[in-house]
């Protein structure tokens, strides 16, 4: 197997993940609503999807990664209002915070990251045809709804037709009195109203703003095209906001929306959603209070199968580290990695099990057993390797690392004491000796004595403290 096979949840089948159309593979993702930190559970679902990117990249595909940022809806403008601020700074803070968790996770950025309100003309233009193709009405108080009854195929993704839509499973999106036609219609268009303060825009039903189904619809029209490969988030995003999703975008393009659905199952905390409303959720700042490393946390969240709620506890963050260190330690002995993700799965070498067990589903908890059972036979060859097999070992557990997203650079005993310059000048320094430029090693040795820090070289790799 050299390509992904990944669940399908309209299917219900293993598929293929291959791009339809030239060599990129176009991949959306829900973003996050940006109107307080995203909590772990929230990572859990965008590591995934991290991961998922890195193992299509290994194998040699491009992908074109597409993350929104809902920046507009009932919560970021009632939150806003209660802080004080206009919806635009607020929502600005929360992205940059967003921005500065996801890098800690070592998520790579996706290749654009559209928001809501910078895309209201596109999903102006969208409700117009809407209602001309006759799957919208425009209701006495301003506000559109989709004809739920207009689409045949509505409840294609969560077989609705084997159940019945309740009200309260649309609440999310219509927790005001709305008067629409049918408790399955959902809002397009949200009229204005007075506790909206200033924020709404112009549009030919009137002043409002659009509804938050719609705004994926509009940017992964304008960002990936009517029809494109995969489309993702956690599976409580499955109905129904993806099933909306399909509703309008099919029928305003007149084609199919999306080839393979990627659902996320929950992070849980004793046997509930790790959820904000429930207030039962961590923070990576809340996880760094109690000395966890985020790379422990991007550990935890992608140590289980995807497709399985994981139940979280600090425990399990206890044995991520441990597992790291042997990581660690393993990549000391190793000397010097190779840079950059596999371009294709023979880069594996040796540690193509790994790789191989990433591609049947990804199966993030068979791979990282396979990893460390090989890290346990090179222990034992390292010694007796000649050159090339080293360099082999180096450039397969280097493609490893990559696919999981794992960076080991943070010696665990140096983490929060010592400043992060010094940190990394003790890794530089550290990585030119294994590349044995003796000028430069001592150059930065020099370096961060006249800070006041020691480096010292130990069996494992390298100590730093205070002079
Ligand atoms: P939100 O910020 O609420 O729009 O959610 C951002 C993403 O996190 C969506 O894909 C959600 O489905 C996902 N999500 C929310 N809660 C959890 C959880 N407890 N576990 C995993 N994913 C979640
Ligand atoms: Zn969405």
Redo the contacts with the bound molecule.
């Keep these: 197997m050299n390509c992904l096979h990944l669940y399908d949840s309209q299917t219900r089948e293993n598929r293929k993940v291959v791009p339809a159309r030239g060599d990129t593979l176009r991949f959306y993702c ?4 940006v109107y307080g930190p ?1 909590h772990i ?2 990572f ?2 965008f590591v995934m999807q991290d991961v998922f990117r890195r193992v299509v990249e290994s194998t040699g595909i491009k992908t074109k990664h597409v993350r929104n940022l ?1 920046d507009v809806d009932d919560k970021t403008i009632r939150q806003s209002q209660e802080a004080g601020v206009s919806l635009t700074d607020f929502t600005a803070g929360w992205t940059e915070k967003f921005h500065k968790d996801s890098e800690a996770l070592n998520l790579l950025s996706p290749h654009v990251e559209p928001s809501a309100v910078e895309h209201i003309p596109e999903q102006i233009e969208m409700i117009a045809t809407l209602i001309e193709k006759g799957h919208a009405y425009r209701a006495d108080d301003g506000s559109v709804y989709f004809k739920v009854d207009s689409f045949d195929d509505y409840g294609k993704l969560s077989r609705l037709k084997e159940r019945e839509i309740t009200t309260s499973e649309t609440e999310r999106e219509d927790s005001d009195e709305y008067e629409r036609e049918s408790a399955a219609d959902f809002v397009l268009w949200k009229a204005r109203k007075e506790e909206d303060g200033p924020n709404y825009w112009e549009s030919p039903w009137g002043q409002g703003r659009p509804g938050w189904h719609l705004e994926c619809s509009a940017m992964c029209k304008k960002h990936l095209g009517e029809s494109f490969d995969v489309h993702s ?5 499955l109905f129904p906001h993806h099933e909306n999703e399909i509703a309008q975008s099919e029928c305003c393009n007149g084609t199919s929306f999306v080839d393979h659905w990627f659902h ?1 199952s ?2 849980m905390v004793d046997g509930a ?3 904000k409303s429930l207030g039962n959720l961590y923070t990576i700042d809340d996880l760094a209070e109690k000395g966890f490393t985020p790379e422990e946390v991007r550990y935890v969240l992608f140590s289980g199968s995807y497709g399985q709620q994981l139940n979280f506890t600090l425990d399990s963050l206890k044995a991520a580290g441990k597992a790291l260190e042997r990581l660690r330690d393993f990549k000391e002995k190793l000397g010097a990695l190779p840079d950059g993700p596999a371009s294709s799965i023979d880069d594996f070498g040796p540690f193509k099990p790994v790789i191989e067990a990433l591609l049947n589903d990804l199966n993030t908890s068979d791979a990282l057993g396979k990893l460390f059972s090989l890290v346990k036979q090179f222990l034992k060859e390292i010694p007796n390797l000649d050159t090339d097999s080293l360099n082999e070992a180096r450039r397969g557990f280097a493609c490893c690392l990559y696919a999981l997203g794992l960076r080991l650079d943070i010696p665990k005993s140096t983490k929060s004491a010592v400043p992060d310059d010094i940190a990394d000048m003790a890794k530089e320094r550290w990585e030119a000796k294994q590349n044995k430029d003796w000028g430069r090693s001592d150059e930065l040795r020099d370096a961060i004595l006249a800070q006041g820090w020691q480096v010292k070289d130990t069996k494992e790799g390298y100590t730093v403290s205070p002079l």
């Design positions: 829900c973003g996050p609503t995203a559970g929230n859990r679902t809902t988030g956690g599976e409580d995003l996320i929950h992070l959603k790790m959820s």
